[in-house]
């Protein structure tokens, strides 16, 4: 009886609780668990899709899937921001030199520019030159870069796990970022609502 009762309560609530490709369409945000030599811990972040619906609703789908699990950020750049989620080139154990060059299966995302500004915190979507190639890969910014602001898509904010952020492993100024040894990486990552 009360299967039944929650069922009709979901079809008496509407399209907010309708699945889409494998991820709540009411999802709200996501819960990373961090492990590595530099970071440990659980960061949280708001997602908003409000402002870019179809990067959340991809995001959502590969971490509901998971995707992200075992991914490692491959390219962390002190004072500018922390990159992951190369689900294809990505995953502990993989051959590191390829990572960042991957996506998902799913297909790329046209752009979804607003005007929130690229704040401390804030959670972008990473793309190659063509602005509409935006696919599994986002970053977490350190601090302020407005000169991304209008130029990659904003999907979020952390709202809880800045120090964990804060102390993700740094890669080589002299490799634009790119991890010497063994990264720190996404473990799991949980879509919240």
Known sequence: ?????????????????????????????????????????????????????????????????????????????????????????????????????????LGDIDAEFSDLPFERGVVGMARSANLNSANSQFFIMFEPGYFLNGQYTVVGTVTEGMDVVDAIKKGSSARNGAIVGQPDAMTKVTVTE
């Open 1 to 105: 009886m009360r299967k039944a009762l929650a069922a009709l309560a979901l079809l008496a609530a509407g399209p907010a609780f309708v699945v889409l490709g494998g991820a709540p369409a009411g999802a709200t945000g996501l819960e990373i668990q961090v492990e590595g030599e530099g970071a440990n811990g659980t960061i949280k972040i708001d997602l908003l899709e409000e402002v870019a619906p179809k990067h959340v609703e991809q995001i959502t789908a590969l971490a509901a899937d998971g995707k992200y699990d075992g991914v490692v950020f491959h390219r962390v750049i002190d004072g500018f921001m922390a990159q992951t989620g190369d689900v294809q080139f990505g995953r502990l154990g993989q051959d590191m030199r390829r990572a960042g060059m991957g996506g998902s299966e």
